[in-house]
């Protein structure tokens, strides 16, 4: 038996079957980034979000009928009571999707009973009926705005004591990336956000920032053992690759929560496990390829224009 | 030591076990257990706001607080077992929680008839407002016939008797709003502030104009700004998938841990279901109410416990393989991985803490489950998870350090 030693950079090299330098490739991680960030920031621009009721505020309808109804009836039903608005079918023809402007009672009541006079009876105990006034949206949007705001410069006050700015930087810079994933793609495809789609972006913040964190403490603690002619690129990847094992078994073990809850938690938690998913992903992308990158760029250019005034002092 | 610590281990591993058997009735009792938000059991959410008065004057926390108090009184009529009816004065709103409830039609019916009931003389001034009314009954009158029966409070039966004193033979205006609802005529002085409006053809109509005088009897008119209405199949429906989901994903993860962890994997099993009885137990304690999202955050968290584990494992692999025995491995290993994993918790509790705060129905409830979940693995993986793996070690100083997944020829 050998005695024992911190692991090496070769060891730590040998002990991985897939290793490859991740930091020497980091501009290719750089553009993968931007290849699915890109078109998701121009999709914002251009068409925005699949807004629902929660923010745009309306009253949305999800009924079940007891026989199979046609999207005319359903239509002609609600222009009959002087209402319009879009209708979805699901369920072979049975699950009904309503959404309008926000209804007085009166004028629910008045809708629920033409579709039951006219289109047929339903099931009352499977009603589900979201009203949401103008107001309450423009305050769920606002709200959730500055949580984002405040958390993150929360995060980057704690960072900044228990690491260094840099590292609250790179972190941050990796989480808004992860942001951006989720907010980009569900802009590009249009699924529809509500409410739950806020939370699943603030614990995609958490899980993000949390994972940053573990190869951030490596490194932290890699950087207090470097020599003076120890590579940075070197350490840095060192220790991403020491907490690779860690990084994607965690990941696999969320993202199988995650899937239960997407493939068996019915309807409506659907969109909200898939923005988790994505982001949960990314969150773990960005933490392996991206936040150590950034980070080890920012200290090469503050290291490089350091060196370039002692130049000049000498010269 | 090494028969002593497999007795322990033993010990506890029944402990646990019966710990499970013994929380499940009082966790899942529909009464007592664990208060299921109205998207697993259907019922409705109402927000109503107080709109300004017409007359410009502001909207006092007094008003919020008459109106919520004559809100819970309605609610409590309906009979739902864990009503909640809270008020919010910087939004003036009333926010009213009616999980489980049977009719939620009904019940909407009864809550939204909010507007202000004033009494009036045949000029139109407003002599009673609605606050001073205590009650309304319908029912059958002494003639025969159909009335309502009005009792007011003490400075409104006061007021009552000098009006009706002053206006005998003359036409009391009822008004909803600016909408009149009955204008009867005073026949007597009435001084002891009980009333009798009559003329009704039936009982029901005077019922009915009853609750609206009842409910009339808001100092501000609100609307509902807000309503979720969930039928109970669907609740249900919701409850079971995500029941299913959960219990899914727990296998999976359960299998995972094995396959890839070995022994210390069957510790972190055990951590994991210590983890979700504390985190279900204080659930229970504090009547966090489970909503949809929290089930999710719920079951996310758990991910996140497991990480600790690896964490940990992971860490006790690279002590062991840098030359330590197993038994100073894993102490150093936990040391080393708890700062680690106090960076990471904190920032995220830090997420959890804000959306809290800033956060509203469901993603409050979210938030919460998070934040529990957070804090249940930190203490798990301190307290139960250090010692178990202590007293595994412990059985034997030359256990294999293949069942920690570090083999010989790393090493």
């Given at each position: ?42 999709s ?9 009721i ?52 009166a ?20 009603l589900?009926?979201d ?36 590292f ?78 860690r990084?994607?078994?965690t ?20 969109l ?44 | ?6 007795i ?13 058997a ?29 709109e300004?008065?017409?007359n ?18 309605r ?9 909640i ?24 019916d ?5 507007a ?39 400075t ?30 005073v ?18 109509e ?31 429906d919701?409850?079971?998938k ?6 899914y ?60 584990n ?5 860490r ?27 960076d ?38 301190i307290?139960?998870?250090r010692l ?12 294999n ?7 010989r020829?790393?090493?």
């Amino acid at each position: 038996m050998k005695t024992g030693h911190p692991a090496t950079y070769d060891e730590v090299k040998k002990i991985h079957p897939l290793y490859f330098n991740i930091v020497k490739k980091r501009y290719w991680w750089f553009v993968i980034s931007l290849i699915v960030v890109i078109p998701g920031i121009i999709s914002l621009f251009m068409q925005g979000l699949n807004l629902g009721i929660d923010f745009k505020g309306g009253t949305m309808l999800d009924m079940t009928f007891n026989k199979q109804v046609s999207q005319a009836a359903i239509t002609d039903t609600m222009k009959s009571v002087g209402l319009e608005g879009p209708v979805q079918l699901s369920n072979g023809g049975t699950s009904v999707l309503i959404r309008t402007e926000a209804l007085e009672e009166a004028k629910r009541n008045e809708l629920l009973g033409a579709l039951q006079s006219k289109v047929g009876e339903y099931n009352k105990a499977s009603l589900k009926e979201d009203k949401v006034g103008p107001a309450m949206g423009q305050e769920l949007t606002r709200n959730a705005f500055w949580a984002l705001l405040i958390a993150m410069g929360l995060m980057i006050g704690y960072i900044t004591i228990r690491f260094q700015f840099s590292f609250a930087i790179s972190g941050i810079i990796a989480l808004l990336h992860d942001v951006l994933v989720v907010v980009g793609l569900f802009s590009l495809f249009q699924w529809e956000v509500d409410s739950t789609f806020v939370a699943a972006i603030l614990t995609v913040f958490g899980y993000s920032i949390n994972d940053t964190v573990i190869i951030f403490d490596r490194i932290r603690e890699n950087e207090g053992k470097l020599k003076r002619l120890d590579s940075y690129e070197d350490m840095v990847d060192k220790s991403v690759w020491q907490t690779m094992r860690r990084s994607i078994n965690t990941v696999i073990t969320v993202l199988i929560a995650l899937f239960s809850i997407f493939i068996l938690g019915g309807e409506s938690t659907r969109l909200f496990s898939l923005a988790m998913l994505i982001g949960v992903f990314s969150g773990a992308y960005s933490s392996i390829f991206i936040a150590s990158q950034i980070l080890l760029e920012i200290k090469i250019r503050t290291k490089k224009s350091r060196k370039g005034g002692k130049a000049v002092r000498a010269s | 030591m090494r028969r002593g610590n497999i007795i322990k281990l033993v010990a506890l591993v029944l402990l646990v076990a019966a710990a499970v058997a013994l929380s499940i009735k009082p966790l899942v009792d529909p009464g007592k257990g664990i208060p299921l938000g109205l998207d697993l059991r259907g019922g409705v959410h109402l927000v109503l706001q107080a709109e300004p008065n017409k007359n410009g004057a502001a909207i006092t926390r007094d008003d919020i607080d008459k109106a919520k108090a004559i809100i819970e009184k309605r609610v409590n009529d309906l009979g739902v077992s864990e009503p909640i009816v809270q008020s919010d004065y910087d939004k003036k709103r009333i926010v009213i929680d009616l999980a489980g409830v049977t009719d939620p039609d009904k019940a909407v019916d009864i809550l939204k008839t909010t507007a202000k009931l004033t009494f009036r003389d045949p000029q139109g001034n407003v002599v009673i407002q609605g606050d001073d009314l205590k009650d309304a009954k319908g029912g059958q009158g002494q003639n025969g016939g159909y009335v309502v029966n009005l009792s007011f409070s003490t400075t409104g039966a006061q007021k009552f008797a000098d009006l009706t004193t002053k206006l005998i033979g003359q036409r009391l205006g009822v008004y909803l709003d600016d909408k009149l609802l009955t204008n009867p005529t005073v026949n007597t002085p009435i001084l002891n502030g009980q009333a009798e409006i009559t003329g009704y053809g039936t009982l029901e109509e005077a019922a009915n104009h009853a609750v609206l005088m009842r409910s009339g009897s808001l100092p501000v008119s609100m609307t509902i700004a807000e309503k979720r209405q969930v039928g109970a199949s669907l609740g249900v429906d919701s409850l079971n998938k995500s029941i299913y989901a959960g219990a899914y994903g727990l296998i999976f993860i359960f299998g995972f841990m094995l396959v890839f962890y070995r022994l210390p994997g069957v510790v972190a099993d055990f951590s994991l279901i210590v983890y979700s009885l504390i985190v279900l137990w204080v659930f229970w304690m504090f009547r966090v109410v489970l909503t949809l999202p929290g089930i999710a955050g719920f079951i996310l968290s758990i991910g996140m416990a497991v990480d600790f584990n690896i964490i940990i494992y992971e860490r006790v692999k690279e002590e062991i393989r840098a030359g330590k025995s197993l038994r100073a491995g894993v102490e150093s290993g936990f040391s080393r991985a708890f700062i680690t994993v106090i960076d990471a918790h904190v920032t995220t509790l830090i997420a959890a803490v804000t959306l809290y705060y800033f956060g509203t129905g469901s993603i409050k409830g979210f938030a919460l489950t998070l934040g529990v979940g957070i804090l249940a693995s930190l203490f798990t993986a301190i307290t139960f998870t250090r010692l178990v793996l202590r007293w595994t070690v412990g059985i034997s100083p030359k256990m294999n350090t293949t069942w920690f997944g570090v083999r010989r020829d790393d090493v």
